[in-house]
């Protein structure tokens, strides 16, 4: 369920975003996500791949419970879940093998189950949000490089967030007149966002079918950019780039609060 609101500025926004030191115990070696808790989930992953350095996979809530649990011995997992339904499968799933691990999630009413043990954000709107941003921090907190040391002092202080709203929301301006928005891979969490605020179809960089269209991509993954406005020119489509050129790590969550802040400016 989406459970973001309209409308709001840029102001009220950044009011509700909440960074929080969370648990994010070194065991993880696998992530389950359910509806809606992509974003959250995939950046955890590569929170934990980027500045830990270790190996950590993200699988649907429906792969852990019907195709892995069953014929694999797994120690520890972090599951992320919204819906009540998938949380008692995901639970029952993982109370049957004794599986450890921790459960983020926004729903009061979804509890943790034998050694999984339950984390809940606040039910507030923005709560996925808050909990990608949280985990990024509480991950780059206790790590020692210089990249972690930056996300730490950006996540501590996000004065500066309103006045990028406003100026980067003018690239999404003249949204209408594409038929469609193409992600770079480092945007996919954000993918079902984007198709909820902004009411259009949103598609990967590799899957797309030629139409006019804005490409969002990082400096990161630039290459992937290119090569699709690249294509969309030589069939002869309209086509507008959009560079959000934010740490990887943070970039989606930053795309789904530009995303979020571009419906309020509609509903105003």
């Not at 852990?64 to 995901?90: G, H, M």
């Not at 943070?250 to 530009?258: E, M, N």
Request: overall charge negative.
């Amino acid at each position: 369920m989406f459970l973001l609101q309209f409308p709001e500025d840029s102001s009220s926004i950044i009011k509700r975003l909440a960074v929080k030191q969370l648990e994010v115990p070194y065991s993880i070696k696998k992530i389950a996500y359910g509806t809606d808790m992509d974003l959250p989930a995939i950046t955890l992953q590569r929170a934990i791949i980027n500045l830990r350095g270790m190996l950590v996979e993200a699988i649907p809530v429906y792969e852990f419970s019907l195709l892995q649990t069953p014929y694999v011995d797994i120690k520890d997992i972090a599951i992320f879940v919204q819906d009540e339904t998938e949380a008692k499968e995901t639970l029952d799933s993982a109370w049957a093998m004794n599986v450890n691990g921790v459960l983020y999630t926004c729903n009061n009413n979804i509890k943790g189950k034998g050694n999984i043990k339950d984390i809940h954000l606040s039910t507030d709107p923005l709560c996925q949000v808050n909990l990608a941003l949280s985990l990024v921090y509480s991950v780059a907190k206790f790590t020692v490089n210089p990249r972690a040391e930056r996300l730490v002092r950006e996540l501590e202080d996000l004065s500066d967030l309103p006045s990028w709203l406003e100026d980067k929301v003018k690239g999404l301006e003249e949204l209408k007149e594409f038929n469609k928005i193409i992600i770079s891979p480092v945007f996919y969490p954000s993918k079902n966002f984007l198709r909820k605020f902004l009411d259009m179809p949103v598609e990967a960089y590799n899957e797309f079918l030629p139409d006019d269209s804005i490409v969002i991509y990082n400096s990161a993954d630039y290459i992937y950019g290119r090569k699709a406005l690249f294509l969309l020119k030589t069939k002869g489509k309209k086509v507008k780039e959009f560079i959000l050129d934010t740490d990887p790590l943070l970039s989606p969550i930053y795309l789904v609060l530009l995303a979020y802040f571009f419906k309020s400016k509609k509903e105003i």
